[in-house]
């Protein structure tokens, strides 16, 4: 049975790409990326067409967002795995592409220089925010 595709979501650096308020309730703003994340599920704004469908998706979420992974799955963000990482939020999407990129096609979303290096030499492909997220208005 072959695996579907993973995506790997920024949380900080995804909600942080749009100046909307974020900053005020970073819990509310990872909730809310997660809730369109389960739409994302179904088909991608600006992916790759070859990444395949339909995905299984984490989102990665650090500091005062981390609550968030405790909260009971409710039915929109129900196919979102959500995980806390407890140091770097960077270090804990390596440590997920690294388990995972030999075994399925691994994106990680993330505009985080930094990373998109960290990732691609482990062999993920990097998507940008936009791929999940539209600017409001």
Do not use: K
């Amino acid at each position: 049975m072959e695996l579907r595709p993973l995506l790997i979501v920024d949380s900080a650096n995804v909600v942080g790409s749009v100046p909307d308020g974020w900053w005020r309730d970073r819990a509310g703003a990872a909730r809310r990326l997660r809730d369109a994340l389960a739409v994302a599920s179904a088909g991608l704004h600006d992916g790759p067409s070859d990444l395949g469908q339909p995905l299984d998706i984490v989102l990665v979420v650090e500091g005062a967002a981390r609550r968030i992974a405790e909260d009971a799955p409710d039915s929109s963000g129900a196919n979102v795995r959500v995980v806390a990482a407890f140091g770097s939020g960077d270090d804990a999407i390596v440590d997920l592409v690294r388990r995972e990129a030999g075994t399925r096609t691994v994106a990680v979303v993330t505009a985080d220089r930094g990373l998109r290096d960290r990732v691609i030499a482990l062999g993920a492909r990097v998507l940008g925010p936009r791929t999940v997220r539209r600017d409001p208005g």
